[in-house]
């Protein structure tokens, strides 16, 4: 190791920073991050150490430089050592890493955090300090997207629309209507909705005399939605943007701005029946995209439970511990054992039992096989599941989309609200981006039958069952395919492109171009007076633009009009008021 801090010191200190909606780094920071050679293992001798430097590393050249300056009461000035105390007091270069994100969006221990998501513990946000400014040391603006943001230009919004396309697709095919919820929502409506992700909420801050946050997802949104307006029963589709304050791994299609693409049945129905139709809609859509084999993990709350009491877990500790086992498909059972034990407070005999369970999966055997289980047999949550989800298997084999399932007994879904059967879609094969691993989930959904009571006074339930599709990773898997495949999307759904090969026939184009448009038909054309023809034409093919509808002096003498396919290059001439009929008939035919 390179002459420094002790690293235990180092580790310790920064046991007390939080994650959950971004460490608001100094410049104290910054020196540490030289001056201290980080461990590349993957054991749990410094794991603090190593998600401080992930998170750090996660800062660009020019957002580091952009660093507040640390203070005399910054606990990383104080509490370590002379060498890093003496790196503090003069200015140093920034490392040489500078990865767009961090790797994995790791939480050290939990803490609140201030509004905008930008916290160290024990100090406060300055509401004009150089960092929200985004101005450097020199005082010179960074222009730039907010951290965990980004701007979409003509061809990503082209293949957006295309998965955006297949989606609507699905969900109107299975007969769902749409509506539409604001943006945000009074406070008290998402509070205590989301276990240990309410953390990961965006407040407002006070406005008219109403405490606001930003929407964290569809779902609750939906469930205030149907309680407010007694609905006893819809299948609605709702996609729209959602803000959470987590640490944004871009490259994988995390964010802190981003689509959900929700589809939920509400209502009293026979079991399982909802909740196979939305397996199947997950499978359709999927298929239609194409980007390779997946897998959708299926599992049931009421078995997890089953499994918790029968362990010895307190009741009160349910939702903690589904929480942890949460993260087994991310983190391995022996940090997610270390979480139940260490943060949780279990018994470590009693995870150990835990870990016999949540390790397994498999198909409809292992189902029977559980079910049979001495430890589980005696347990009514947990027959009630494996029920529930033998039924599962057999709608979902006559719907054509049970191949793909498989029975995860570590699929927990950390929210608090779901009750029943959960699921989750995962891309298989590949979906590797280097050291980022592969790209998470991609759908994901269950039952959460107690919701919508939650909000109506007379604590009416209402049963729901939904999924939620995670377009950003789903885009960034379909841009990567296509671009590999070298299938270029158009940006432009321009069908005809009205060119003129004379000078002075600005008016016969702009006649064109009205006629056409007032048949409905997308066509465009130059904006300049006197265009070259070959850059008309050249500008129609570099944009995939169909057909060109071409005119000079001798066309518009003679009453006609040549239409040019960009791709054959063939060339139809036929008369003016033929015009938009020939149009749709060679578009109708492409």
Excluded at 163 to 191: C, R, W
Excluded at 264 to 282: N, S, T, W
């Amino acid at each position: 190791m390179e002459k420094g801090p002790p690293l235990e010191l180092v580790d310790a200190h920064l046991s007390e920073y939080s994650y959950i909606g971004g460490h608001r780094p100094t410049q104290a920071d910054r020196a540490v991050l030289n001056a201290v050679c980080v461990p590349c293992d993957r054991s749990n001798t410094f794991p603090n150490l190593r998600r401080w430097a992930a998170h750090m590393e996660s800062f660009t050249r020019s957002e580091m430089q952009a660093f507040p300056p640390h203070t005399e009461s910054c606990k990383m000035d104080n509490q370590l050592s002379d060498l890093v105390n003496k790196e503090l007091k003069v200015d140093v270069a920034a490392p040489n890493k500078s990865p767009e994100n961090d790797k994995a969006g790791n939480h050290s221990k939990r803490t609140e955090n201030d509004k905008d998501g930008n916290h160290s513990k024990g100090s406060q946000n300055e509401k004009g300090g150089s960092q929200s400014k985004g101005k450097g040391k020199s005082g010179k603006f960074v222009l730039k997207t907010p951290k965990g943001t980004r701007d979409y230009g003509p061809m990503e919004m082209a293949y957006r629309r295309e998965v955006f396309n297949v989606i609507y697709s699905v969900f109107h095919m299975h007969g769902a209507v749409q509506i539409e919820t604001p943006v945000f929502e009074l406070k008290d409506v998402l509070t205590g909705k989301y276990g240990e992700d309410s953390k990961l909420i965006y407040d407002l801050e006070d406005q008219g005399g109403e405490i606001l946050s930003l929407r964290y997802d569809l779902t609750v949104p939906f469930a205030r939605y149907v309680a407010m307006n007694k609905i006893d029963n819809i299948k609605r589709y709702h996609v729209a943007r959602v803000y959470r304050r987590d640490s944004p791994a871009m490259t994988r299609g995390r964010y802190r701005e981003f689509y959900q693409c929700d589809f939920d049945i509400a209502g009293q129905f026979d079991a399982m029946i909802p909740d196979a139709e939305c397996v199947q809609l997950v499978h359709q859509v999927l298929s239609k995209l194409g980007l390779g084999e997946f897998t959708i993990k299926i599992n049931h709350r009421k078995i997890l439970d089953g499994v918790f009491g029968s362990c010895g877990v307190p009741s009160e500790k349910f939702r903690p511990i589904c929480s942890a086992v949460d993260k087994l498909d991310k983190s391995p059972w022996e940090e997610v054992r270390k979480e139940m034990v260490d943060e949780k407070g279990l018994d470590e005999e009693v995870a150990d039992k835990i870990g016999n369970y949540v390790k397994l999966s498999g198909r409809e055997e292992l189902l029977e096989t559980l079910a049979n289980d001495e430890l589980l047999k005696s347990s009514p949550s947990a027959q009630a599941g494996f029920a529930d989800l033998k039924l599962l298997f057999q709608y979902c084999k006559s719907l054509g989309c049970a191949e793909h399932l498989v029975f995860d007994m570590g699929l927990a879904r950390g929210l608090d609200y779901y009750t029943g059967v959960i699921y989750e879609a995962v891309l298989t094969a590949g979906q590797n981006f280097g050291e980022e691993g592969p790209v998470g989930s991609v759908a994901g959904g269950g039952r959460y039958d107690g919701l919508v009571g939650m909000f109506d006074p007379k604590k009416k339930t209402v049963p729901c069952v939904g999924l939620s599709f995670g377009i950003e990773r789903l885009f960034t898997i379909y841009e990567q395919k296509m671009r590999a495949e070298s299938n270029k999307v158009r940006a432009t759904q321009t069908e005809v492109f009205v060119v003129t090969a004379c000078k002075g026939m600005v008016h016969e184009r702009l006649k064109l171009l009205g006629l056409l448009h007032e048949a409905g038909i997308k066509a465009e054309g130059s904006y300049k007076n006197n265009p070259k023809i070959l850059n008309q034409l050249q500008y129609a093919e570099d944009n995939k633009i169909p057909l060109v509808a071409l005119i000079g002096e001798s066309e518009v003498e003679a009453g006609v009009v040549k239409i040019r396919d960009t791709v054959t290059r063939e060339e139809t001439t036929i008369k003016r008021e033929e015009l938009v009929e020939t149009v749709r008939q060679k578009l109708g035919g492409l």
